[in-house]
């Protein structure tokens, strides 16, 4: 991690997976899960702020269109 910015959204991205992958286990759906895993590793990847922003909210808008 870079700067104090791709921290903090590295941080934020990791809570939303964590809430994703639990909700995904608890509800046994593929989609929020594998979502989940995706949100949280992610971050070590990317070192560009916008592209981080930007696959990171594109990624929490997946479950909410794709059901199962």
Same mark, same amino acid.
């Given at each position: =991690?870079?700067?104090? @910015? %791709?921290?903090?959204? $590295?941080? =934020?991205?990791? @809570?939303?997976?964590?809430?994703?992958? !639990?909700? $995904?286990?608890? %509800? %046994? %759906?593929? *989609?929020?899960?594998?979502? $989940? =895993? *995706?949100?949280?590793?992610?971050? /070590?990847? !990317?070192?560009? !702020? /916008?592209?981080?922003?930007? *696959?990171?909210?594109?990624? =929490?808008? !997946?479950? /909410?269109?794709?059901? $199962?």
């Amino acid at each position: =991690m870079g700067t104090p @910015a %791709q921290l903090f959204w $590295g941080i =934020m991205f990791g @809570a939303v997976g964590s809430g994703y992958f !639990i909700y $995904g286990k608890k %509800q %046994q %759906q593929f *989609v929020p899960l594998c979502v $989940g =895993m *995706v949100l949280c590793v992610f971050p /070590y990847f !990317i070192s560009n !702020i /916008y592209l981080l922003l930007l *696959v990171g909210f594109i990624l =929490m808008l !997946i479950p /909410y269109f794709f059901k $199962g």
